[in-house]
């Protein structure tokens, strides 16, 4: 990169805006996964009510009596399973919302301080998701 042209306080703007969103896709996200696990939970079983419940083998509650476990029906199978499906698309969600934000951050201190080569490899991290190396940028402010 030849030439950057950076407006700090529009890059804060940005972030702030960016912050909002990221908080309501994180307000909507929980709101999700209560929702699901709620109808998991209203799903029922296909077994009759007194095999509804069964002891774990080998685990015990916290006052030392056995830990019971509600059996699942194919409802709550099906949800606890696309639940599981999209566990990989919700990280990369946070992932690339969290490596956006802090390397716009990094970048525009370095560019600040006139250390375009660590801008850019500010930039470049965020771009590549690399939450590793932000971290480690940010932890060297």
Do not use: C
Request: glycine letters at 10%; proline letters at 4%.
């Amino acid at each position: 990169m030849t030439r950057w042209d950076i407006r700090p306080q529009g890059v804060q703007g940005q972030l702030e805006k960016t912050a909002t969103k990221a908080g309501d896709v994180e307000k909507a996200l929980t709101a999700l996964l209560t929702h699901l696990q709620e109808a998991a939970q209203a799903a029922g079983t296909a077994v009759p009510g007194s095999q509804s419940e069964m002891t774990v083998p080998g685990k015990r509650g916290p006052d030392n009596s056995p830990l019971a476990q509600k059996a699942l029906g194919p409802v709550a199978a099906g949800i606890g399973e696309f639940v599981e499906g999209k566990k990989k698309d919700l990280t990369d969600i946070a992932e690339r919302i969290e490596a956006s934000m802090t390397g716009a951050v990094l970048a525009t201190r370095e560019y600040i301080e006139g250390d375009l080569e660590a801008a850019k490899q500010a930039q470049d991290a965020a771009r590549a998701v690399n939450l590793d190396v932000l971290r480690d940028l940010r932890g060297k402010q």
